[in-house]
């Protein structure tokens, strides 16, 4: 049933591309976009995985190298572009679990404090459109579940540190190991790193859709309605139904700048330029990435979770 609505929405998705664009204009004004400021884009956003990797290595510094985080990063979104469901995380961890001496509990470890930390980055986005477009006592609702997640975490993270067999009441191994590990290597100084690199991360994803629609697309369109249609299609993204979120991803993309009086035929052309910026050099870079050094595909997809837990 799940699949069935999946395919669905990927259906309905790609048939609301398929009934308000004209392909001919479409592709007309995409040719038209400056070479110049695409290659400039591309190289901007490859460098955002410089800091996905130095962000990754953060959690464990002393036992995952940047450069192999780097790598993972690369390969990780090249599997999600390709493949659907996600299939990426798990290739960055089984690139991780080869070239490292990290147990599987923490790769997954590391990975799931990644996506909170991504999860986060998006939340404050929305507080920040939230507080731009809707009245004050929205904005604060907000504001006050996101604290009290926070503060619960943080409660969480002092009591592991005061007592290292808490919790005391779950008695499977490996459940237990994997909710230590969650805390065990965190720091003040470690969580600082993190959201300053995050920060990092989701400007340079923010910049990069704004350069997008108002320096290469020409559209006047002022920092709220920027903000949620970069929401709305990082939601989207995020979805695993296809492979590269096809048809979620744009259809999101196209509606969101149509609201805002953008025409349809130029939204899905830089939707298309957005495709080119993040997904051709990053698939191209991994799979240089992934031979170097003597690696290889066969290699990288061994089962190396199947290493013991440290």
């Known amino acids: 049933m799940r699949l069935v609505l999946h395919i669905s929405i990927v259906i309905g998705c790609l048939a609301f591309l398929f009934f308000n664009l004209d392909i001919h204009e479409m592709m007309s004004i995409f040719s038209t976009y400056p070479f110049y400021q695409i290659l400039l884009l591309c190289v901007w956003f490859l460098l955002s995985f410089v800091f996905l990797g130095f962000r990754l290595h953060a959690f464990q ?56 930390s991504d999860f986060n980055m998006l939340f404050l986005l929305m507080l920040m459109a939230v507080g731009l477009t809707l009245p004050a ?55 600082l790193r993190v959201i300053v690199l995050s920060i990092l991360v989701w400007g340079q994803f923010l910049l990069e859709t704004i350069f997008v629609i108002k320096w290469i697309g020409g559209q006047n369109l002022n920092i709220s309605a920027l903000l949620n249609v970069f929401i709305l299609s990082t939601i989207a993204l995020s979805i695993p139904f296809a492979p590269g979120s096809l048809g979620t991803f744009d259809a999101a993309f196209v509606f969101s700048l149509k609201v805002y009086g953008v025409d349809p035929n130029n939204a899905m052309a830089l939707a298309i330029l957005i495709r080119t910026i993040q997904y051709i050099p990053v698939v191209f870079a991994a799979i240089i990435l992934a031979f170097a050094g003597g690696k290889n595909f066969r290699n990288l997809l061994r089962p190396a979770f199947s290493q013991n837990c440290n």
């Open 61 to 116: 510094p002393d036992r995952l190298p940047p450069f192999v985080c780097v790598k993972a990063s690369f390969i990780g979104h090249c599997a999600n572009s390709i493949l659907p469901a996600r299939i990426g995380e798990g290739a960055k961890g089984l690139y991780i679990a080869k070239n490292s001496k990290v147990s599987a509990t923490g790769i997954v470890t590391a990975i799931l404090w990644e996506r909170f």
């Open 137 to 191: 006592h929205f904005f604060w609702a907000c504001f006050m579940v996101l604290s009290l997640v926070w503060g619960l975490l943080f409660g969480a993270f002092i009591r592991r540190r005061k007592d290292q067999h808490w919790p005391r009441c779950i008695k499977t191994k490996w459940l237990h190991e994997f909710i230590g590990s969650l805390s065990t290597g965190l720091s003040i100084s470690v969580l």
